[in-house]
Each structure stands twice: as C-alpha cells, then as structure tokens.
C-alpha cells in the first residue's frame, strides 16, 4: 500500500508499516474540495496515495503536498483541532488514518522520536507562517487536473 511508503512510517519495520496502512481507508477528493477545515473537530490523520492538496492559513498558501506526505496528524496525536485548511488542488486520494495507527510508534523509540521531530517542525512552520503571496491563483499557482 503506498501510504505505507510515507516518510512518516519510515522508521517502523515492515509489518508496523503494513499494520498502519491497513488501518487507514481511502477517500477520493475532487479538486477544489476541502479535506480539513481549520478549528473543526478532527479524529483522522490523512497520507496522499496520489494527487496534490494544499495546507492553507488565513487564505494563504503554506505549504503543498504531495504523494507520500501526511496532514491532520494534529487531531489524532495531541488531538486538538486542526490548525490549518487542506484543500485539494487536484483529484486526490487520501488513506485516512484513525489515532490507532500511531499506536506502534510508542512501541518503538526511533519511530516515536522520528514522529515526533517530524511534529515539532509541523508546529513551529505553523507558529512562524506567514502565508506566501498568492499571484492569480488563490492558493498562487495552476492548476491543471
């Protein structure tokens, strides 16, 4: 499964990876569509399978995503409300994640220190945004799909 293939999993073994992926389900998203809404309760983390989205704040773009990458882990591990909008910039699917399968990472030191890095520098992008000018595009680039 490719979520499985995410750099966020790449720390645990084989069947951890496996026994994540396993517990995600797939969602398909059209462009434009948005998968987390900032503030709004959460509960799944998301890996992109195939496709692109877009990490907004405050009508700005922060960052893009591609296959491999992860978002929404706010609301699964410190389980708070997301911080950001994600919108899809192209047709996506996604391999979304319960808090369940961060569950092998506390089995592992290596994966839960990889995870965590990987959280702290997620927040300090967020506290330190300041959302890059948009040109055309609202979210600063086209799109084609």
């Not at 969602?27 to 998968?35: A, M, N, P, S, V």
């Not at 998301?46 to 907004?56: L, P, W």
């Not at 950001?84 to 996506?92: E, I, K, M, R, Y």
Request: proline share 6%; net charge negative; charged share 20%.
């Amino acid at each position: 499964m490719a979520a499985a293939g995410s750099s966020l999993f790449s720390t645990l073994d084989e069947s951890d990876r496996l026994a994540c992926a396993a517990l995600g389900e797939e969602r398909l998203y059209t462009k434009g569509e948005t998968i987390v809404r900032e503030g709004d309760a959460g509960g799944s983390m998301f890996v992109i399978v195939s496709g692109q989205a877009d990490v907004v704040i405050a009508g700005g773009l922060v960052r893009s995503l591609g296959v491999g990458d992860f978002f929404g882990e706010v609301s699964i591990l410190p389980r708070e409300p997301p911080t950001s909008d994600t919108v899809a910039f192209t047709s996506l699917s996604c391999l979304a994640m319960p808090a369940a399968a961060v569950e092998p990472f506390g089995d592992d030191p290596v994966a839960a220190q990889h995870l965590v890095i990987a959280l702290l520098h997620r927040q300090l992008e967020i506290e330190d945004c300041t959302p890059r000018e948009t040109f055309g595009h609202p979210f600063g680039r086209d799109g084609g799909d």
